[in-house]
């Protein structure tokens, strides 16, 4: 893709701490969210 791992670790920390995005689950079984609403 052109993006480096830790690139995407840091857009992914960014988006959890403003409430975008959530991890539902465990690491293996578990799946990403993305929180609706303002």
Known sequence: MGV????ISS???SLKD???LQRVGSDTKGHWQIKNGK
């Open 18 to 20: 403003k409430g975008v």
């Open 4 to 7: 480096s791992r830790k690139t």
């Open 11 to 13: 857009r992914i920390k």
